[in-house]
């Protein structure tokens, strides 16, 4: 059997607090259509990384919501690793082949895999490239098989797109953080764009006083009241850690004393971040103010808390990115972000909300002296971010989004939808009052923010010329 990965428990009523009631009395409405539904995840690591953030969160919600739910991850040797890593980044379009033997170690272990899985399911949800194969070679089996997609796969390597591509066409559903995510000619049907979420009740996410958070930056040697900047993520190229490095020398020509976290996780699926994590300690060997954690030298999630609750500011220099986590993580904790504009970064900041965006180093470091400089202007777009944060982006309404897809599976094309409003643009419901309407052709349309109401209005524009519409 696959290994199956120890959840504990979460009870949706711990959550009405925090989540927009609509959202809240629909979600545990809409899970009776689905009463005993076995539903799998399957993944290729069950710690480091947003994916499986989202998982230990949702799959014991899904329990408690009457939904049977499981969660497993496939296993490989270290080669499919690196092969499933290159795959990732040609994806995400990075250049380069996958060679004769890469596609080998590949099919092989995902051979291997199929062969592992036991159990009948309703619905199987897929993440990523790693596993995406299994359905192929595990032949074809009952239930709805959704093959979820965190990465941004807008322009993808044209070859390893086409390896991959041929794994997806039995799938009955491809779930996407982004419509502009979608790649080029998907041989899946049905298409539907969910916006990831983060779980405010996880240890990472959870009310930590000051006193707490300062004694355990003290504990691994952070001076908490002095100016500190973080970055937490993945040990990636695309996170740009060494132009983070770059835009704080910028910055400390500035602001003195002032320090930088560079918090990164490790995970089983991704060998590549060894070498990235050799490359930033090179780059960071002679600065006793720059600070370089993982979760495997004691770093974990309450560190990561603390971390992000107490830095002057958090950055997020991503180059490509699927959505982004720890940019809602920290405007949750109403931390002003200052970020890149790349992949699900700008919608969680849409309409200034949270923070600033960026595109190069020295716009970095700019920002970052900014937001240093002025901190009532740093205050503000951390309670605006809070705010966003919890309309939009907490675990609840991502299980109402994803619940409403597996309901349309089973009852057709026809099937009715959760009855609150989803904007046309990004796929996020609209619980409360929407920031801005349109309606065009007799039919409303409700928006999360002016910015996806523009992007709605351009892609109107573009289609068909301009069409008559009214604000509201």
């Known amino acids: 059997m696959l290994q199956t990965v120890d959840i504990g428990s979460r009870s949706l009523d711990s959550y009405r607090s925090f989540v927009p009631p609509p959202i ?55 080669s499919f690793f690196r092969v499933t890593k290159a795959i990732h980044n040609g994806l995400q379009g990075a250049a380069g082949s996958i060679t004769e033997v890469d596609r080998a170690i590949y099919k092989r272990n995902s051979t291997r895999n199929a062969a592992l899985l036991d159990g ?9 490239p790693q596993p995406a194969a299994v359905l192929s070679f595990a032949g074809r089996r009952r239930g709805f098989w959704i093959w979820r997609c965190h990465i941004d796969t807008s322009a993808p390597n044209p070859e390893v797109w086409e390896f991959v591509r041929r794994y997806l066409v039995d799938y009955e559903a491809a779930v996407f953080t982004a419509a502009d995510f979608v790649p080029p000619d998907l041989p899946v049907e049905r298409v539907e764009v969910i916006p990831p979420a983060i779980d405010p009740l996880s240890p990472k996410n959870l009310a930590l006083s000051g006193s707490t958070g300062r004694e355990v ?33 910028l910055v400390r020509e500035r602001v003195p004393g002032l320090q930088l976290a560079l918090v990164g996780s490790m995970a089983l699926d991704d060998p590549e971040a060894w070498d990235v994590y050799r490359e930033i300690r090179e780059a960071s060997a002679t600065d006793a103010l ?66 600033l965006l960026v595109g190069s180093v020295e716009e970095l470091a700019d920002a970052v002296v900014w937001l240093l400089e002025d901190p009532a202007a740093a205050r503000e777009l951390g309670r605006l971010g809070r705010d966003r944060v919890r309309d939009f982006f907490l675990l609840p309404r991502l299980l109402l989004s994803e619940i409403d897809l597996m309901r349309s599976l089973v009852e057709g094309p026809d099937a009715e939808r959760t009855s609150i409003a989803r904007d046309p643009v990004c796929g996020l419901l609209i619980a409360g009052q929407p920031v801005a309407s349109v309606v065009r052709e007799g039919r ?29």
């Open 24 to 78: 809240f009395d629909e979600l545990a409405s809409a899970a009776q259509s689905l009463a005993g539904a076995r539903v799998l995840h399957l993944s290729a690591t069950p710690y480091g990384g947003g994916v499986s953030e989202l998982l230990r969160s949702a799959v014991p919600l899904l329990e408690n919501l009457g939904i049977h739910a499981v969660w497993q991850v496939i296993s490989g040797e270290e």
């Open 120 to 128: 009948e399911y309703d619905f199987v949800f897929v993440h990523d």
């Open 217 to 249: 930056l003290d504990w691994i040697g952070v001076d908490a009241d002095a100016p500190l900047v973080t970055q937490v993520s993945r040990f990636d190229p695309w996170k740009d850690p060494l132009g983070v490095i770059a835009a704080y020398r």
């Open 290 to 355: 720059i600070h370089v954690f993982t979760n495997l030298t004691g770093v974990g999630n309450v560190e990561v808390n603390a971390f992000q609750r107490l830095s002057d500011v958090v950055i997020q220099k991503s180059i490509r990115e699927g959505f982004g986590l720890a940019v809602s993580e920290a405007m949750w904790k109403a931390t002003p972000v200052v970020a890149g504009r790349a992949g699900g970064i700008p919608l969680q900041m849409a309409d200034g909300a949270g923070g």
């Open 444 to 472: 409303r349309h409700d928006f999360c923010s002016h910015d996806c109401r523009e992007r709605f209005l351009r892609a109107g524009a573009a289609a068909g010329g301009a069409q008559p519409h009214r604000e509201e």
